[in-house]
């Protein structure tokens, strides 16, 4: 006899995770398969949601909506899940040049972003850190400790018994009209959500995915640094007593191969001094993830041409942590026929150029 479902998830990223805790809100029945490779970014992500993001220092994409939701979703869930993993952090912004302090300025003095900026701080403001242009500090932003909330997230699916750890085998995916079977399970309908893996789904692998690892370093500073979310150029924010995790770089060409590299340490082991203005650190920790990144940086969801009860949930980048709690509730509503998708997030935008049927 099969077990009867809703719905299955494919992949207990952030997304995944995040989708099924909407779903399951709204009365469904869901079941999670996720295989826990340690190379998701959902593991080594720095989990900021940040309003400013960029060169070009500009709201992120529905930032506007999202990020609100994303707070209050993310304070609700470490009640729920007994964990703690979120907080709100100041971003503080050291500026890395006359030229970035200027551009800085001028989103002060912008009416559509000067809420989101503190006054601007001179050099040798910020103790024990190189302010040596200047800083900023960006309010409404905040942290979620990637590493704990996924922890505390499989504990409670597991919990509920609604999560198989295994790897999903998409050759033994049986698909009706109105129905899918996946070994035990028989469900109404399937939702993917492997991140950068959905360049391995054979319904999906058509979209124009563009994965890009990153690396992150684990560092013991003596005598520490501020509490807040620093950036200059890179980020380092605390997650111990004088422990701080230290990221990212960006890699779009060997994504294929988890381990952690040489070149990346490198990078990070040299821009660490410009936040610090020493090279005083210790490294204890090099991890390495692959961000769903895409195209058109939008996500990737519905269904493919062909299919009614299959879909993807996917593509969220570098920013999964920020926008999956708002396009998880979104996603959840038009899978219940409530509303149309996001036209940008529609993966329906890209059948003509990129499918081949
Ligand atoms: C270095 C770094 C820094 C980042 N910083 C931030 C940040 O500050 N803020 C932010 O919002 N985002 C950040 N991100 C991006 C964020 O981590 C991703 O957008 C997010 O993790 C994507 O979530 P996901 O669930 O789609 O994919 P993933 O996190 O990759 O999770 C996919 C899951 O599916 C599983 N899976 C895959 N294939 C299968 C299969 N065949 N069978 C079963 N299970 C499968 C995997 O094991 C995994 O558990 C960062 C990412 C990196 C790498």
Known sequence: MKKEADCIIVGQGIAGSNLALHLLERGLKVEIVDDCWN??????????????TGKRLAKSWRSDVALPCAKKFYASLQKKLGAKFFCERKILQLCKSPEEAELWHGRKEDPAYCGFLSQYNPPSTVKNL????????????????????????????????????????????????DFVEYQNLRAKKIVFCEGWKAVENPYFNWLPYRPARGEILGVKIEGGVSEHIIH???????????LYRNGSTWDR?????????????AELERALPQILGHGNFEIFEQQSGVRPCTATTRPHLGAPPKFKNLYSFN???SKGYALTPYFANHFSQYLLGEIPLDKEADLARHIRKFYKG
Not at 39 to 52: E, H, K, R, S, T
Not at 134 to 162: D, H, Q, T
């Open 39 to 52: 190379g998701a970014a959902c593991l080594v992500a720095a989990g900021v949601l940040n309003p400013i």
């Open 130 to 177: 190189n302010d040596n242009f200047g800083s900023f500090f960006i309010n409404f932003a905040a942290w979620v400790e990637a590493p704990r909330a996924m922890e505390a997230l499989k504990k409670y699916f597991l919990s509920l018994g609604v999560l198989k750890l295994e790897k999903f085998d998409y050759s033994r995916l049986k698909i009706g009209a």
């Open 315 to 317: 593509g969220f980048g």
């Open 232 to 242: 200059r150029e890179k980020w380092l924010m605390r997650c111990g007593q004088n």
């Open 253 to 265: 060409i060997n994504f294929r191969n988890n381990a952690p590299t040489l070149e990346a340490r």
